[in-house]
């Protein structure tokens, strides 16, 4: 096969893009993509995002964002305002939830209608609930 001039350019084009200094990955981005792959224990049922594509939650307002997720027969319904997560487990009682973030896991006690309250939650975070029967996790959520 015969070099064209059309190749010869391209790899010269594609070598210097290569050679150009590129910034780092920011160390936040880094720790979220490990942390990803962290999925969870194979028992796990994965929650699905009902109301917004996932890893993003719906704005209901300037300052409020709401989404719901699904496990059936289970929900969980979170919406986070000013960095407080507020959440509803559907059908109560659990006995508690963990919110996960890149930096700590969180247990928080659930009242008995479902509710539960999380001041100053980061994001990312993520969900764990166990209920009698099942470990449900949810995606990593972008508040």
Same mark, same amino acid.
């Given at each position: 096969?015969?070099?064209?001039?059309?190749d010869?350019?391209?790899?010269?084009?594609l070598?210097?893009?290569?050679?150009d200094d590129?910034?780092d990955?920011?160390?936040?981005?880094?720790?979220f993509?490990?942390?990803?792959?962290?999925?969870?224990v194979?028992?796990?049922?994965?929650?699905t995002?009902?109301?917004?594509?996932v890893?993003?939650?719906?704005?209901?307002?300037?300052?409020q964002r709401?989404?719901?997720f699904?496990?059936p027969?289970?929900t969980?319904?979170?919406?986070?305002?000013a960095?407080?997560? +507020?959440? =509803?487990?559907?059908?109560?009682?659990? $006995?508690? @939830?963990?919110?996960?973030?890149?930096q700590? /896991?969180?247990?928080? %006690? +659930?009242? =008995?209608?479902?509710?539960?309250?999380? $001041?100053? @939650?980061?994001?990312?975070?993520r969900?764990? /609930?166990?209920?009698? %029967? +099942?470990?449900?996790?949810?995606?990593?959520?972008i508040?």
């Amino acid at each position: 096969m015969t070099d064209t001039p059309a190749d010869d350019d391209f790899l010269r084009r594609l070598a210097a893009a290569l050679d150009d200094d590129l910034d780092d990955v920011p160390h936040h981005l880094l720790a979220f993509a490990h942390r990803a792959g962290e999925w969870m224990v194979v028992d796990d049922v994965l929650a699905t995002m009902d109301t917004a594509p996932v890893g993003a939650m719906r704005a209901l307002d300037d300052e409020q964002r709401s989404t719901t997720f699904a496990a059936p027969p289970y929900t969980i319904t979170v919406s986070l305002r000013a960095g407080t997560l +507020v959440g =509803e487990l559907s059908p109560p009682p659990h $006995p508690g @939830v963990a919110v996960e973030t890149l930096q700590a /896991v969180t247990e928080v %006690d +659930v009242d =008995e209608r479902g509710r539960f309250r999380l $001041p100053a @939650v980061e994001s990312p975070f993520r969900l764990r /609930v166990r209920t009698d %029967d +099942v470990r449900i996790t949810t995606p990593w959520v972008i508040g």
